[in-house]
Structure formats: C-alpha cells, structure tokens
C-alpha cells in the first residue's frame, strides 16, 4: 500500500504558474512510476505527465513545454511545474503511483495508487 497526497492546487489566471507537489508513504525511489492525471467534469482522466524510477518521462502533448515533472528521492515527494496555464488546463489533478509500470506503458499485473486529487483552476 502507497498513500499520496497532493497539494499546490489553486485558483490562478491564465499565462501564470503553480506547482503540485505528491508526497508517497513510501520510498519513491521504489515505485516504477509516478505520475500525474487530470479529470476535468464530465471527461475522462487523462494522463498529462509520468517519471520512471530511472527518471525518463512521458507527457501529454498539449502539456509539452509548458510543464514539468520532477521527483525528489530525498523526500519522497514528485512534483508537477505547471507554466503558461491556460484555461483547459482546469481539472482536478490526481497523482498515481505505479508498479510494474515505466513512464509509458502499465505491464502486466501493474498495481496503481491513487491520491484524493487536487483542484486546479485556470481562470481566463
């Protein structure tokens, strides 16, 4: 069992920056991957960025550019740099902790975790 926790969400306008932060029970360095999803209503979740133990990284295509994962091993902590928010960007952020997975791809018998989500506003 992994509990992560998400915080850094908030209200911002448009063109500005925030940054999440997910902070696991566990060992970062042991999760394959962790990344970040996003839900807004009525849409499915989406994966917008993911890191590797091994520090490769996979984004979403309208995210490229404009943000940046992270993890700190020292804190178990991964964090998401969001810049030049625009308002699609709006959505509630979810972090995912994976097992048996790398930045790309969920392998067979993959274990993910989930945290309680962070809301993210983009105002126009």
């Known amino acids: 069992q992994v509990q992560l926790v998400e915080s850094g969400g908030g209200l911002v306008q448009a063109g500005g920056s925030l940054r999440l932060s997910c902070a696991a029970s566990a060992s970062t360095r042991t999760i394959d991957a962790i990344g970040w999803y996003r839900q807004a209503p009525g849409k499915q979740r989406d994966l917008v960025a993911r890191?590797?133990?091994?520090?490769?990284?996979n984004y979403a295509g309208s995210v490229k550019g404009r943000f940046t994962i992270s993890r700190d091993n020292a804190r178990n902590t991964v964090y998401l740099q969001m810049n030049s928010l625009k308002p699609e960007d709006t959505a509630v952020y979810y972090c995912n902790a994976c097992f048996n997975c790398n930045a790309r791809f969920n392998f067979a018998n993959s274990q993910n975790y989930w945290g309680q989500g962070t809301q993210v506003t983009v105002s126009s």
């Open positions: 890191i590797s133990s091994g520090g490769s990284t």
